[in-house]
């Protein structure tokens, strides 16, 4: 079991950055495939970035060249660093860690946290 908290949402303007961080518990996340989703207003979840588990990262299109994804194992906690924000950026964002262990799927979702982008 792998238990996830996300902080660091909030409102920001424009243009503006915000650090979202997604602290794990219960098992080490080096182990397991980590991203972020997120849902906007009357839309549905949506991949915005990952990590697999070798490190290689992968970026919405809508995303590319202004979010970073990272983690930290030694904290067991990813991160996503959004800059350039922009109004449609505004969703609930929520930290995934999925692994397949003799062929079962094991995921795990935190909870979410806010982000408003006012224009």
């Known amino acids: 079991q792998v238990q996830l908290a996300e902080s660091g949402g909030g409102l920001v303007q424009a243009g503006g950055s915000l650090r979202l961080s997604c602290a794990a518990s219960g098992s080490s996340l080096s182990t397991y495939d980590v991203g972020w989703y997120r849902r906007a207003p009357g839309m549905q979840r949506e991949l915005v970035a990952v990590?697999?588990?070798?490190?290689?990262?992968n970026y919405a299109d809508s995303v590319k060249g202004r979010f970073t994804i990272s983690r930290d194992n030694f904290k067991n906690t990813m991160y996503l660093q959004m800059d350039s924000l922009k109004p449609e950026d505004t969703a609930v964002y929520y930290c995934?860690?999925?692994?397949?262990?003799?062929?079962?799927?094991?995921?795990?979702w935190g909870q979410g946290t806010e982000v408003t982008v006012s224009s």
């Open positions: 995934n860690a999925g692994r397949i262990r003799l062929g079962r799927k094991y995921e795990y």
């Open positions: 990590i697999i588990s070798r490190g290689s990262t």
